[in-house]
């Protein structure tokens, strides 16, 4: 179906990241504040862009893979895949 645009937690984009990062590892670090213990509402599917993206409709602003294929759920695989398909 496609994927638009949309940067993480910002401004620019079709349709930007809504949530703030938080940190949720048992290793605190300074770079984000800590999760909160409530889960912040999901919000709706709007097949629209927000409102001051004037570049391309949500239609336009699409992007499509040209393919797919599963990976193992491990680090070294994913790491693999990584090396060997990403530049």
Known sequence: DGIVTGDDFGQSGCRPYPFP???HHANKSARYEPCSSTRPPTPTCERKC????DSRTYEQDK???ASAYGVQESV???QKV???HCS
């Open 82 to 84: 990584s090396v060997d």
């Open 76 to 78: 070294e695989a994913i």
């Open 50 to 53: 927000a409102s001051g993206y």
């Open 21 to 23: 990062p938080c940190e």
């Open 63 to 65: 992007h499509y893979g």
